[in-house]
């Protein structure tokens, strides 16, 4: 899915300019006048970033960064500030934005914190993928595959896990085989990293 940018700037001559910008580099872009047409127009999914100005008339950027925060929003978020807004933007980064960019803007410092968004929401997104794999294959596994697989990754031997579940050596180690197929684990150490990914 193509990277999405979305530019959130009351002054349509702003957002012009960025977006003809960031055209110029091949990247497409979603413009709003205000952090209310924003909350009323995004659909999420894809990889991008959220160009935000920190002064928007009704909800300001600082605003609306919270609101988004506390709803989970996955995008990188990139503040634009005024000269007099530096302490603003001091506050968004507290809050999670990854950086922020002084107006007038230099037109390669843009499109270098652009870029470096879009890469961490594109890594993400992967990191995401990958997690949900992992889940899915946990959740083939039968209930017993996951009683011996939280065994076997803290280390129990066999034996006591036998013991343990009042089934045979055999059984374990066919029920661990099966795990490390279901699993597509190369070797314990593999497992045990799969088994922190998924539960924790």
């Known amino acids: 899915m193509k990277p999405l940018v979305h530019v959130v700037d009351d002054e349509a001559a702003v957002r012009d300019a960025v977006a003809m910008l960031l055209g110029s580099v091949g990247l497409a872009c979603v413009q709003y006048g205000s952090a209310q047409q924003f909350l009323a ?79 961490r929401s594109m890594r993400a997104q992967d990191d995401a993928g990958e997690q949900a794999e992992l889940i899915q294959r946990y959740q083939r596994l039968t209930e017993r595959e996951k009683e011996v697989m939280a065994k076997v990754v803290v280390g129990r031997p066999n034996k006591l896990i036998a013991d343990d579940l009042g089934v045979s050596i055999r059984t374990v180690e066919s029920h661990r085989a099966h795990i490390m197929e279901k699993m597509q684990a190369q070797s314990l150490s593999h497992l045990v990293r799969i088994a922190v990914a998924v539960t924790g």
């Open 41 to 119: 127009d995004y659909r999420p999914g894809g990889p991008g970033c959220l160009l935000l100005d920190v002064r928007l008339p009704g909800m300001s950027g600082l605003e609306l960064q919270d609101r988004l925060a506390k709803s989970g929003f996955a995008l990188p978020v990139i503040v634009m500030t005024g000269h007099g807004d530096i302490q603003m933007a001091v506050r968004a980064m507290r809050a999670g934005a990854l950086d922020f960019i002084e107006k007038p803007f230099h037109d390669q410092a843009l499109l270098d914190r652009v870029h470096e968004a879009i890469e």
